[in-house]
């Protein structure tokens, strides 16, 4: 009978093997440098939206990449490092809240995403998306939804971006004290509410945002 380990890494090679399925057939078509790409932050009050691009080499994946969502906070931190050694190209990008609050949230991801392909060097031959389309470029793409649960690349991108972001948000919280930025890096909790009704909004918290079903609360 299989030991406990023996099974754990036997479905962790299986899980790997499917999150490759994609870039092993677009790797088999000749395609060696495929990107994926993925965003953090686009639900917070506070903080600035993190963007990522990974390009692996044609063949390598790296077992224990997932959704970053559904990893813990070491298990990110252990991934990022080895992601950053492995990967043949690798961006993070961030656009800050007074530029979210002039594009709208929508247009600060797709402007994220679209300047961490951009620095990518060399450039990607064939991009896959988590999540939705990016307009305006000439490079080949495709749009997987729930991306960093089903592409080795995209969830490699989640766990940059995402880690990033939290490390951000932990030196903001240092930086702004009293709104406990680190822990729970800008998004709505009560007690972040709360934070701003008494301190008013901090310099990195997005002003066009409403925090429903109250008003704005620094009007």
Excluded at 109 to 138: C, F, H, T
């Amino acid at each position: 009978m299989p030991s406990r380990q023996e099974t754990a890494n036997r479905r962790a090679g299986q899980r790997l093997r499917h999150l490759l399925e994609r870039e092993r057939e677009l790797w088999a078509e000749g395609l060696e440098r495929v990107a994926g790409i993925d965003e953090a932050g686009m639900g917070p009050l506070a903080g600035p939206v993190v963007a990522a691009a990974v390009v692996f080499p044609p063949g390598l994946g790296l077992r224990g990449v997932y959704d970053s969502k559904q990893l813990t906070g070491v298990q990110r931190a252990r991934l990022a490092v080895s992601i950053r050694e492995a990967a043949a190209a690798w961006t993070v990008v961030r656009v800050e809240p007074a530029e979210i609050d002039t594009l709208n949230i929508y247009r600060a991801g797709m402007v994220a995403m679209r300047r961490a392909i951009d620095q990518l060097d060399p450039a990607p031959e064939y991009l896959l998306v988590d999540g939705r389309k990016i307009q305006g470029l000439n490079i080949p793409q495709e749009t997987i939804v729930k991306g960093d649960a089903r592409c080795h690349a995209i969830a490699a991108a989640s766990i940059l971006a995402k880690t990033t972001r939290d490390g951000l948000m932990q030196d903001y919280d240092t930086q702004y004290p009293g709104y406990d930025f680190a822990a729970h890096k800008g998004y709505a909790t009560e007690s972040h509410r709360q934070a701003i009704r008494r301190l008013g909004p901090s310099p990195i918290h997005r002003k066009s945002f409403t925090l429903l079903p109250h008003p704005r609360l620094w009007d």
